[in-house]
C-alpha cells in the first residue's frame, strides 16, 4: 500500500513538473519575439523624499503587454528570461530605454534619478561595463542620474573582481543600490566592505513592521546602521501611513510603495512629474 501511495505521488508529482516545464516554454517562446513586437515596456514607480514627501527619483520596472493586457508578472517571465540568457537582449533594452526616458524628464526641466534593475547574468558578463558606457555616451543621461539595483547574492559571491567592477561603474558616476536587503545573507558588517551608495530594504520588513516588534526592532537597527556607513536607506513596499510614519522616524532617506503611487506607464509619470515639480 506504500509503495502503490509512492508510485502515485510520484506520478502526481511529475506530472507537476511536466506542466510547470511545458509553461516556462511557452513563456520562453514568447518572449523570445516580445522584443520585436515591441510588447516590452517600462513602467515607473515614484521614490519619495521622507521628510518632503516629493518625488526624489523612480524605478524603472519591467511589463509585458499585449493589447494593454499584462501577459506575464516580471516574477513569471524574468526567471524565465534569465535562465534562458534572453535577459541579456531584454536589459540591455531596459537600460538603454530607461537612460533614454530619464533624459526626456531632464530635458523637461525634471531631472530625477532613474533605477534600473540588474539580473546577476547581465552583471557577470564581460561586457557589462561597456554596455554601461554605450548606453551613457548615446542617451546624454548624466551619469548621476542613473543608479543600477543589484542583489545582495551579486555583490557578495564575485570576490575580488566583483568589487572592481563596482568601483569603475561607481568611478563612471552611476550609483548603485543594494536591493531586497535583508532577504540573502549578506552580513550587515560586510557592507563597509562594498562600494554602494544605498540598501533598499525589502518590503517582507516593512510588511511586518507595525505587527510585529522584533521585525521593528530589525529594521530600525538596519536603517541605524546604515547611515552611520553614511549609506541612503530606502524602503519597499510602504503601503499604510502608519509604516511610513515609522520609517521616517526610523531615519529612512526615501520611501517607495503604493501608499505614494504605484508603477505606471512612462506617459503616466511624465504627467505626474509635471504636476508635481
Ligand atoms: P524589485 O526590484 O524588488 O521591485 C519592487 C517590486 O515591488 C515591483 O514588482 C513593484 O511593483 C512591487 N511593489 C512596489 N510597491 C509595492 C507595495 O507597496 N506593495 C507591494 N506588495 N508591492 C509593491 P514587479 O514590478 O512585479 O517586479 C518584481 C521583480 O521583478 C522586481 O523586484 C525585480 O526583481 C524584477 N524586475 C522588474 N523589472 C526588472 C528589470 O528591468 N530587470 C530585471 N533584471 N529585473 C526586473
Ligand atoms: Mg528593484
Ligand atoms: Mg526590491
Ligand atoms: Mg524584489
Known amino acids: 500500500a506504500v509503495k502503490a501511495q509512492g508510485l502515485h505521488g510520484y506520478r502526481f508529482f511529475t506530472a507537476l513538473m511536466n506542466e510547470r516545464a511545458q509553461a516556462r516554454r511557452r513563456i520562453e517562446t514568447a518572449l523570445r519575439q516580445a522584443l520585436s513586437r515591441r510588447e516590452l515596456s517600462l513602467h515607473y514607480q515614484p521614490k519619495v523624499d521622507a521628510q518632503s514627501g516629493r518625488i526624489a527619483g523612480a524605478e524603472a520596472l519591467l511589463r509585458w503587454q499585449v493589447n494593454g493586457h499584462e501577459l506575464y508578472k516580471p516574477d513569471q517571465f524574468i526567471p524565465v528570461a534569465e535562465d534562458s540568457g534572453l535577459i541579456l537582449p531584454i ?17 523637461n526641466g525634471q531631472a530625477i534619478p532613474v533605477s534600473v534593475n540588474v539580473s546577476p547574468l547581465q552583471f557577470q558578463h564581460a561586457d557589462f561595463y561597456s554596455w554601461l558606457d554605450d548606453v551613457l555616451n548615446e542617451s546624454g543621461l548624466d551619469e548621476g542620474l542613473l543608479e543600477l539595483e543589484l542583489t545582495e547574492r551579486m555583490v557578495m559571491s ?9 568601483r569603475r561603474i561607481r568611478q563612471r558616476g552611476v550609483r548603485l543600490s543594494l536591493d531586497d536587503f535583508g532577504t540573502g545573507y549578506c552580513s550587515l558588517s560586510y557592507l563597509k566592505h562594498f562600494p554602494i551608495d544605498a540598501l533598499k530594504i525589502d518590503r517582507v520588513f516593512v510588511h511586518d513592521l507595525t505587527s510585529d516588534r522584533d521585525t521593528a526592532t530589525i529594521t530600525s537597527a538596519i536603517i541605524a546602521m546604515a547611515r552611520s556607513l553614511n549609506k541612503m536607506v530606502i524602503a519597499e513596499g510602504v503601503e499604510t501611513r502608519e509604516q511610513s510614519a515609522f520609517l ?8 517607495q510603495g503604493f501608499l505614494f503611487g504605484a508603477p505606471m506607464s512612462a506617459e503616466e509619470f511624465q504627467q505626474l512629474l509635471a504636476a508635481t515639480t
Do not use: P
Request: glycine share 14%; charged share 20%.
Open 91 to 107: 536589459g540591455a533594452w531596459a537600460l538603454r530605454q530607461a537612460c533614454k526616458e530619464a533624459r526626456l524628464w531632464q530635458r
Open 158 to 166: 564575485g570576490g575580488d573582481a566583483t568589487t572592481g567592477l563596482l
Open 248 to 255: 521616517r522616524h526610523a531615519g529612512c532617506s526615501q520611501l
